[in-house]
Each structure stands twice: as structure tokens, then as C-alpha cells.
């Protein structure tokens, strides 16, 4: 088998359809580049939904993951080991926080965080058996487990998958007030992503983050912040609550902190929360594996020199200010931070499904979201040569379909 067509047949006629992917088969990449079976390049401008936001095959990334595969996989939690200690205090370090709790995808690390939060409302706040509530965002995003999908406002996702997890009380994202409102004596978190990513880079009115980081101390709430995907140097800031200077009560990560190579997630509080969880109530075979550890160390050292932040920052000025001059010829409204854009298409040009698959066919892979916005993500390790490219390549895909 050779073909991307054959491939795609295959895939396509064996697997659930829960994807709908662009028809390219990739083999190969590196850096920001990927080259598909028939060696054609494209540049990758979604990072696995900012998983790779150091890049494919990062050598510092590969090396760490190489040499700790010829001497440690796997050990379970049953015992400790070497790479353990390194990516708690680390991990804790980089986010500020006393302690971590380590998973292995996205969705896991948030259903850890719901459990903290219900367990510190039971045993800290007080709040009576089986009657805790928390917080959540319309268009939010958080993984796709049954509890997850039970407050999620999107019928794809949510509807059909019931009976759901009661315990959630969904308000409009952006509007303080809106949290007020629905608090009560039995709320024990706001969860929240500081950017909604897969709603298509929705990012909330300045000062939003503020006021919910207020009024979740003033009620004695948890603020809880899902940084899956604007965290680690997205946004030009390691996290994206830091534009604001807001530090929430639990961090929730994943994505990029496996490096592109494994998937590693965790949440990280202070003692005071993630203290109430202790052995038997939480767990995972694979979390904190030596392999997720090692991989994940080489991503919390690279962090730690604010190299990659600066740089998309400075990258994602250049991206904004570029895409805000396609304003008017094809695109509605640019939103984002750092390198990271959600781009609304104008829909009497084109979907943007249509304006991805053109993008495809200039050797730019990025992903559509909601009808008509397009998203961009690039790996941060990107050149700025590229990055320019891939937005001319943009331009002249609008071009071509206003034709
Ligand atoms: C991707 C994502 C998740 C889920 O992560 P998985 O590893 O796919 O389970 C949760 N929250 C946010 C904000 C995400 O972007």
C-alpha cells in the first residue's frame, strides 16, 4: 500500500468516523515541517491542537525520550522512580504550585480536577454530601469522557451519550455576572478555559480572568483553569492566565507537556486542595510513567527559560499583524494570542472546511472549527520565513475563491 488514497480507503472503511480528516497521510516530520507517503511537504500550522508546539522530533525532546527508553518505561505507581521527583518539583515549580497529580490525556486530568474540587467541597468547604456544583462555560471544551460531554453545549458532542453527570451549571463564557448569579452555598468550582480554543480561539473581555479570580476567593470557590491547550507557551506567556497575572487554585494540563511524542497530562495545586486526595481515591496505571516523566522534564526545562514564550510572542505579533491585513479580503475577524489565531472566513466565500483543503493544496495544514473559522497554531519553533509564507499562502487561497 502506497497510495494516499488506498490509505485513507483502509482508514476510512476500518475505523469509527469520529474524525473528519484532511486527505493527506503523513509519514514524516520535522520541526514545523510534515511530509505525506507521496513526499509532499506541508507546513504544519495546528501542532496537534498545540501538542507540538516545540516542533516534531525537537532533539531535546528525542533525546531525553530516547535515552530513557533504553532504561526505564514503565514502573506503575506501585513504586517510585528517578524521573518521578524531577517532574513533580518541576512541574510544580513551573506553575507554582505545592504539589502535582499526574494523568495521561486531557480529559483524564480535567475529571481529576472535577474530583478534587467535589472532595475539597466536601472536606474543606463544608458542602453537604453528594451536593456539590461547579461552574462551567458555554462552547466549552474539555475532553469527551461521559462527564465531560454531560455540560458540553455542543449537540455533536454532548447529545445522545446520556445519562448525564449532574453536578454542572453552564453560563455565557465571558461574563462575570453570569457566574455571580448561578453561585450558591453548594459551588465548589469555576472551571474554565482562560482561552476557549476548540470554540475557535475565543478569548474573554480583558479583565474577565480578574474578576473571576475575585470572586472565586471572595465565595470561597475554586478557580479552576483548563490550560490543555493555551498553556506551555501558546500565548506568549507560559500560561495564558498570566496575561492577567491570575493564578488559579488548579492548573490543568496536557497537549504539550508530553512533547508530541507521549501523552502526558496533570493538574497542580497547593497542598490545601490537591492535599484531600489520598491513596486508592485517585489514580492511573500510566500516569507519571518514567517514559511520560523524562519526556515531560525536557518540555518543563525548555519552559523554564522563557525562550519559547518570547518567541511566540514576538512570532505571534507578526502572524496577528499580518492576518489583520487579510481583513476584508476573505476574512471577517481575526481573535488569539501569541501564535495562535482563530480566523472567521467570510461565509459567502467559503466554509472553513473549503478554505482548510485549498490551504492543503499550498503545502499549509492547518484545521477548520464551527462552519467558518479557520485556526492557526504553529509549532512555536517555527521560522518566521514560514510563518510569513503560510499567511501568504492564506491570502492567495482567498484570492482564488473570491475569483
Ligand atoms: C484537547 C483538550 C482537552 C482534552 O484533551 P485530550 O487529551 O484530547 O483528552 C481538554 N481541554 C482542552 C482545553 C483541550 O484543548
Known amino acids: ?35 505525506d507517503v507521496e513526499g509532499r511537504r506541508f507546513l504544519d500550522c495546528l501542532s496537534g491542537y498545540s501538542s507540538l508546539n516545540f516542533g516534531h522530533g525537537n532533539p531535546k525532546i528525542i533525546s531525553a525520550a530516547q535515552e530513557q527508553l533504553s532504561r526505564l518505561t514503565l514502573t506503575s505507581r506501585a513504586f517510585f522512580h528517578d524521573q518521578f521527583a ?25 475529571e481529576t480536577a472535577i474530583k478534587v474540587a467535589r472532595k475539597w467541597g466536601y472536606e474543606v468547604k463544608g458542602v453537604a454530601a453528594g451536593q456539590a456544583n461547579i461552574i462551567v462555560m458555554e462552547d466549552n471544551f474539555h475532553g469527551r469522557t461521559t462527564t465531560i460531554v454531560s455540560f458540553s453545549t455542543d449537540p455533536d458532542a454532548h447529545d445522545g451519550f446520556g445519562p448525564y453527570t449532574p453536578g454542572f451549571k453552564v453560563v455565557k463564557y465571558g461574563s462575570v455576572e453570569a457566574i455571580h448569579e448561578v453561585i450558591d452555598a453548594n459551588t ?4 474554565l478555559e482562560p482561552i476557549q480554543g476548540e470554540a475557535g480561539v475565543l478569548v474573554p473581555p480583558d479583565g474577565y480572568l480578574t474578576q473571576v479570580r475575585e ?21 506568549g506567556d507560559t500560561f495564558a492566565c498570566d496575561h492577567e497575572g491570575v493564578v488559579p487554585d488548579i492548573y490543568v ?27 486508592g481515591q485517585h489514580g492511573s496505571t500510566f500516569g507519571g510513567n518514567p517514559l511520560a516523566c523524562a519526556v515531560a522534564n525536557a518540555v518543563i526545562e525548555m519552559l523554564g527559560t522563557g525562550e519559547y514564550q518570547a518567541r511566540a510572542r514576538e512570532l505571534g505579533e507578526v502572524m496577528h499583524e499580518r492576518l489583520r491585513g487579510l481583513i476584508g479580503q476573505g476574512v471577517v475577524t481575526v481573535r488569539g494570542r501569541g501564535l495562535w489565531a482563530g480566523i472567521d ?41 514560514d510563518l510569513v509564507w503560510a499567511i501568504d499562502q492564506l491570502g492567495a487561497v482567498l484570492a482564488e475563491l473570491a475569483e
Not at 494516499?4 to 509519514?27: G, M, Q
Not at 524531577?86 to 480535567?110: C, I, R
Request: contains cysteine; glycine residues 10%.
Open 86 to 110: 524531577t517532574f513533580a518539583a518541576g512541574l510544580g515549580d513551573l506553575t507554582g504550585k505545592d504539589m502535582v497529580l499526574p494523568m495521561n490525556t486531557g480529559a483524564e486530568a480535567v
Open 1 to 35: 500500500m502506497t497510495s494516499t488514497d488506498d490509505f485513507i480507503e483502509l482508514s476510512e472503511r476500518r475505523s469509527a468516523h469520529n474524525y473528519h480528516p484532511l486527505p493527506v497521510v503523513i509519514s514524516e516530520a520535522q520541526g514545523a515541517w510534515v511530509v
Open 345 to 385: 472566513i467570510d461565509p459567502s466565500l467559503a466554509s472553513g472546511r473549503e478554505v482548510s483543503k485549498a490551504l492543503m493544496a499550498h503545502g499549509v495544514l492547518a484545521k477548520d472549527t464551527h462552519g467558518s473559522t479557520v485556526r492557526l497554531a504553529p509549532p512555536i519553533v517555527i521560522s518566521e520565513e
Open 253 to 279: 494540563l496536557g497537549k504539550a507537556l508530553g512533547g508530541g511524542v507521549v501523552p502526558v497530562s496533570a493538574i497542580t495545586a497547593n497542598e490545601d486542595v490537591l492535599g484531600v486526595i489520598r491513596p
Open 215 to 235: 470572586l472565586c476567593t471572595a465565595e470561597n470557590i475554586l478557580m479552576i483553569a483548563d490550560e490543555i491547550q493555551s498553556g506551555l507557551g501558546r500565548t
Open 188 to 191: 465548589v468550582a469555576v472551571l
